[in-house]
């Protein structure tokens, strides 16, 4: 089992930064790709950013540029974070970070990020 929990969400003006960061915890060892995805009102959950255990990266169109995504994989821990750039109020929305394993996947429980003047 592998518990994943999300921190650094918040209001932002447009133009602002955030970093958000997911500790994980359990069986950190079986994890593989790490991502960050997001569910604004109304829409589907969507894919914003991975990176894969050898730290390899791959962003959506929409947060190239302006999102970095890093992980730090500590002897007992595993933290995952998203470095937010530039925001603006279309990246309102509930962040999850996400764990894939061999056997399935992990969700944490979300942070909001709410982007307005």
């Known amino acids: 089992q592998v518990q994943l929990v999300e921190s650094g969400g918040g209001l932002v003006q447009p133009g602002g930064s955030l970093r958000l960061s997911c500790a994980a915890s359990?069986?950190?060892?079986?994890?593989?790709?790490m991502a960050w995805y997001r569910q604004a009102p109304g829409k589907q959950r969507e894919l914003v950013a991975r990176?894969?255990?050898?730290?390899?990266?791959?962003?959506a169109d929409s947060a190239k540029g302006r999102f970095t995504i890093s992980r730090d994989n500590a002897k007992n821990t595993v933290t995952l974070y998203l470095q937010m750039n530039n925001l603006q109020p279309e990246d309102t929305a509930v962040y999850y970070c996400?764990?894939?394993?061999?056997?399935?996947?992990?969700w944490g429980q979300g942070t909001q990020v709410t982007v307005s003047s």
């Open positions: 359990g069986s950190i060892f079986s994890i593989n790709t």
């Open positions: 990176i894969t255990a050898n730290g390899d990266t791959n962003y």
């Open positions: 996400n764990a894939l394993t061999m056997r399935r996947d992990y």
